[in-house]
């Protein structure tokens, strides 16, 4: 009999296995070239003293299949909030209640932090996500419109409109 995924927090030796998943999830929303972050940047960002996000990791037979990862938001609405930036699982391991698992246990966590919203994003072509989230009770709205600006849109913006208080 296998043994069920464990489920854990990240460590900065997990960023190898983290950037790796993030590259197959762009490739299954079909934006394979979109990640520019480096493993470099994880452990910056997520394991120094001053974390900008939390990673739960599933690991199975000693390797990491899956992940959830968040941070921190306020709303002018709600106080804290959570954005669940991402959750995955490879392929190979779907329908084994490993997404359900790392779902959950960030939910706690941001319970724990006593936020009054856990948010995320879904894309509308993804209709086994949505029923997922739509079954845990989650409210997937369809009258907002996610707005981004990417770097090249920032620094054209930059370059149109100085900020002389700077």
């Known amino acids: 009999m296998k043994k069920q995924a464990t489920i854990r927090q990240a460590?900065?030796?997990d960023a190898q296995s983290i950037l790796a998943l993030i590259k197959e999830l762009a490739v299954?929303?079909?934006e394979p070239d979109a990640v520019v972050l480096t493993t470099e940047d994880l452990v910056r960002d997520g394991f120094g003293e001053h974390p900008s996000f939390v990673c739960f990791v599933a690991e199975e037979d000693q390797q990491i299949v899956g992940l959830?990862?968040?941070y921190p938001r306020y709303s002018t609405w709600k106080g804290k909030t959570m954005h669940l930036e991402d959750l995955i699982v490879q392929e190979d391991y779907r329908g084994k209640g490993?997404?359900?698992?790392l779902y959950k246990r960030f939910i706690h966590y941001a319970h724990s932090l006593q936020v009054r919203r856990v948010e995320w994003a879904v894309l509308d072509w993804n209709q086994s996500a949505i029923d997922f989230y739509e079954q845990t009770g989650a409210?997937?709205?369809s009258d907002w419109r996610t707005a981004q600006m990417d770097e090249h849109a920032i620094s054209t913006f930059i370059n149109q409109y100085?900020?002389?208080n700077i």
């Open 28 to 30: 299954f929303e079909r």
């Open 98 to 101: 490993i997404g359900f698992a």
């Open 11 to 13: 460590t900065s030796a």
């Open 139 to 141: 409210a997937v709205l």
């Open 162 to 164: 100085p900020d002389e």
């Open 68 to 70: 959830a990862l968040g």
